[in-house]
């Protein structure tokens, strides 16, 4: 059984930083790809990044490319998501996803079976 819990969600100023982390059980391969999904109340979830193995680079989300970043701790099973130069259209619940494979699909919701429960950012101007 996969389990994801997230954490360091929080409020922030705009132009503020926030790292959220991710910790997985259950994954196969501590290689496995993890990614990052957010929502806002009335909008489709959209996905933010990804990361897989190390022969596949991360993926970012059009919005975010630039200001944030994906990292993983393989040793601790641990995705991570530093979030800087924050605005308040970064505000949303934050997700993180699994699926157990090396490579990462297409960023979508679709694609990921496995979710944590979300964490709230909110970003103040």
């Known amino acids: 059984q996969v389990q994801l819990v997230e954490s360091g969600g929080g409020s922030v100023q705009a132009g503020g930083s926030l790292r959220l982390s991710c910790l997985a059980s259950?994954?196969?391969?501590?290689?496995?790809?993890m990614a990052w999904f957010r929502q806002v109340p009335g909008r489709e979830r959209e996905g933010v990044a990804n990361?897989?193995?190390?022969?596949?680079?991360?993926m970012y989300g059009d919005s975010v490319k630039g200001r944030f970043t994906i990292s993983r701790d393989t040793a601790k099973n641990t995705s991570y998501l530093q979030m800087d130069k924050l605005t308040p259209e970064d505000t949303a619940v934050y997700y993180c996803?699994?699926?157990?494979?090396?490579?990462?699909?297409?960023?979508?919701?679709?694609?990921?079976?496995?979710w944590g429960q979300g964490t709230q950012v909110t970003v103040s101007s």
């Open positions: 259950g994954l196969r391969e501590s290689t496995d790809c």
């Open positions: 990361i897989g193995g190390e022969l596949q680079g991360p």
């Open positions: 996803a699994a699926i157990p494979q090396y490579f990462c699909p297409v960023l979508r919701t679709i694609n990921f079976p496995f």
